[in-house]
């Protein structure tokens, strides 16, 4: 793991942006008889939610079956997304992983791609793992993308990953990356945790 | 889902291997400080695993963290170790993804490069999926490998991927493609289930 810290490094540009408010949708993700996914139908999908008055959309969430689609197929739809038209700044795409290496390919598309943020699932194939385990997985991926844009919001769904977010972790990763870390997406289903 | 069953209709050449037999070792990853996979270092210790007594070499299973790896970075390590003399008829490659069209490449890779089979996690994301929809996901990963060449051998590790397999969904999946499933890895952790 890296020492450094380019995402929390000042930047010549900045990097203020307004955070996100409203409603956001999980967004569905249509398929084809072949089970591929349909691009230019998710693209429908999402303009209707705006029109809706949906502020953001959570496209590749569990909702959308993310997790059932590759991840150059989850590259392919979100730049289909944005050449269709539909605006970056609306979009909060799920990018986290079981490996790391795909967690950062797939959150560097959507920092450049100019995305609202991504919801990060922790990794979750392993379960039971530490909270330091953790905490190392996010920092590094933080680091790899090292983009003072990137804004993460994680996304703490036991019932689904098994794996989850303690009040510790949390601490831990909101102290060492402030600016990165933007907020998190509540799926447990657990009132009094929310 | 395609109805033909490509994998499982007479083949032009032989498809009868022999069955891998004798004590099958689950094969570490070996990784850099950079947490990339180091392949010269994998093949060194699966040729130390052979010259011990192993007939086969379980790679990219649970214990070598391979979902915690890309699917480039498996590709990649696969083609490492036949590449560096390796005999693939001692390799049982995990290939089981979330994703179908993962699971799909992975097997796919495997067969073409003559492993003596591949080690199938179930989809392990979305949990309570059916005995249907299950059978539907090896149905179509068989259907779309489509190679006579293909022996699945179905991964049962239900403390880690949560999703296993019932009796009726291995009854199904055997009697639907007696060819292609070769066998079971059950790592329950229950005599009674084994």
């Known amino acids: 793991m890296s020492t450094s810290r380019p995402s929390e490094q000042p930047s010549a540009t900045p990097s203020k942006r307004a955070r996100i408010r409203g409603v956001m949708a999980p967004v569905l993700t249509p398929f084809r008889a072949d089970l591929s996914p349909d691009g230019p139908r998710l693209a429908r999908h999402c303009r209707w939610l705006l029109s809706q008055g949906c502020a953001g959309l959570a496209v590749f969430g569990t909702t959308s079956e993310a997790n ?34 795909d967690t950062v390919r797939l959150t560097r598309a959507a920092v450049r791609a100019g995305c609202a943020g991504v919801l990060m699932l922790p990794p979750f194939y392993y379960k039971g793992v530490s909270d330091q385990g953790l905490f190392r997985a996010f920092a590094e991926v933080i680091e790899r993308v090292g983009d003072a844009r990137l804004r993460v919001y994680l996304y703490h769904i036991p019932p689904v ?5 303690s009040g510790n972790l949390i601490g831990r990763v909101l102290a060492a990356y402030p600016r990165a870390i933007a907020g998190m997406k509540d799926s447990s289903g657990d009132w009094s945790n929310t």
């Open 68 to 101: 059932s689609l590759s991840v150059e197929e989850r590259e392919s739809l979100l730049e289909h997304l944005v050449e269709d038209g539909i605006d970056p700044a609306t979009l909060l795409p799920g990018t986290g992983c079981c490996a790391i290496s």
């Open 161 to 165: 990953a098994q794996v989850g977010f």
